[in-house]
């Protein structure tokens, strides 16, 4: 089993970064719109990282038995480095009962782990068949999970579809969420649908080759009430290998705005994208 690990996070945030630098840019802009996007960047970008990390720790958890793992350089091999756990998770694995379960708990009080952010509480997995099994579906539940002391809520739900007409492995991913901020900051949503097509390196132990595309939307609103969404225009594809999306694009879209537009082109694994709105386009380098 082999699992996946990777979504929109660094290139949300460049692309939400540059929202506010257009709205500062406009004729008419004034601080509410500037606000809105920043509000937007930061739920956002929280929901994707959060939820996104959430499925990394149980994959490591059902593999390993241990949250300290992860795929190193794009070698094949597990290492502690960079890991995204810590030593204060404890771990439980049922793989006797029909559906499996698996719980990673952080404990009551903060916890610092290895990607310098503080958590507690627990993650609750069930699997009802293998990973790559068509049909197999994994659900995350939370338990008073906290990150850098956002309460992370809801549920994602991975679900194995089979084999396409490629031969290529697809996964639906669905989350339904909620997120309340600290010091009664309030509270945020997240809803997104999402499939992930494994279109190479599905076969090999190795990772290194593998290579993903994405698909889908999302919809969210902030604290503060601000409703947006998130379309996927062109299908984004990844490499393990690299840190960047290769291809691909997709817009956010903030309630009586434009939409603001993140494309890759097809140039391969580099930095460069083009971020667009209201007819201005800016080449912008992903960190």
Request: aromatic fraction near 8%; proline fraction near 3%; glycine fraction near 10%.
């Amino acid at each position: 089993m082999k699992p996946t690990r990777f979504l929109l996070l660094g290139a949300g945030a460049i692309l939400l970064s540059g929202m506010v630098f257009i709205s500062c840019k406009k004729e008419n802009n004034n601080n509410k719109g500037s606000a809105s996007d920043i509000e937007i960047a930061e739920s956002s970008t929280v929901a994707e990282s959060d939820y996104n990390d959430v499925g990394i720790l149980v994959d490591q958890a059902a593999i390993t038995g241990d949250v300290n793992y992860r795929l190193a350089n794009g070698s094949s091999t597990w290492s502690q480095e960079g890991s995204l756990g810590s030593s204060c998770a404890s771990i439980g694995i049922d793989t006797v009962s029909s559906t499996h379960t698996v719980f990673i708990d952080f404990g009551t009080s903060n916890c610092l782990c290895n990607d310098g952010r503080y958590r507690r509480g627990k993650i609750l997995a069930t699997f009802t068949g293998r990973y790559r099994d068509q049909g197999t579906v994994i659900t995350i539940t939370f338990s008073n999970y906290f990150v850098n002391d956002y309460q992370v809520m809801g549920t994602k739900t991975i679900t194995n579809q089979g084999n396409n007409s490629s031969g290529h492995l697809v996964y639906a991913i669905q989350v339904d969420g909620s997120i309340v901020k600290p010091n009664n900051g309030g509270t945020s949503t997240w809803s997104s649908t999402r499939q992930r097509e494994w279109t190479a390196g599905q076969v090999t132990p190795s990772w290194a080759d593998d290579e993903y595309s994405i698909t889908g939307t999302a919809s969210g609103t902030t604290a503060g009430g601000i409703s947006y969404t998130v379309t996927i225009n062109k299908p984004l594809v990844r490499k393990v290998s690299c840190r960047w999306f290769e291809s691909g694009s997709f817009s956010v879209t903030p309630q009586g705005e434009p939409a603001r537009t993140l494309d890759f082109g097809n140039s391969g694994c580099d930095a460069n994208a083009i971020f667009s709105v209201v007819g201005i386009n800016i080449p912008v380098v992903l960190p």
